[in-house]
């Protein structure tokens, strides 16, 4: 089973063969691999479509249902990478909804969203992803790491009153988060 495995990340690492990954992919799956690392080095390959990644990760989640978060954070970040073309930004914000869905108390998909924030120009991404942080940071349990990404977001933006307005509500959070 380890040669098999082995054999299996060799072909998710280094083919450029779509036919090829999929074949390795079904045999992952045959061999009933659960390791996320091994799915997250297929999901990188940058071979790969956007439409294919999302059916491998959509196929990974579905097999693995314990893997949605993790699936899911890879996904948005491989996405991020290619983000300033609109189809990439829109995937990656989904898979970040959908980290945030699975782990709604974890601040990492919260911060990580605001990655893709376009400080250039005003998009109606920029809103989303504002309005998805401000919607989902009730059940977050270090609040304060949110609210300082926030307040570091309206810095560079030049507003410095909801900046300020940010920085109040991460120390109020993180002498809570300390007590």
Known sequence: MEENIKKIESVFRDSFSSEELFDAFADALKLRVDDV??????????SL???EVKMFAEKIIKEMP???????MWCAKVFENYAEQYEYLYSSINYYL????AA?????????ILNLYNMEIDTPANKRILEIVNN??????LKSK???ALADLYKHLGDLDTASRNLALAAKAAERENE
């Open 136 to 141: 989902c940071i009730p059940p977050v349990n």
């Open 104 to 112: 709604p108390t974890n601040f990492e998909p919260l911060v990580s």
């Open 98 to 101: 959908k980290a945030i869905n």
């Open 49 to 51: 479509s956007i439409d």
């Open 146 to 148: 949110v609210y300082y």
């Open 37 to 46: 690392e091994l799915f997250k080095i297929l999901l990188a390959n940058p």
């Open 66 to 72: 314990n893997s949605l978060y993790h699936i899911s």
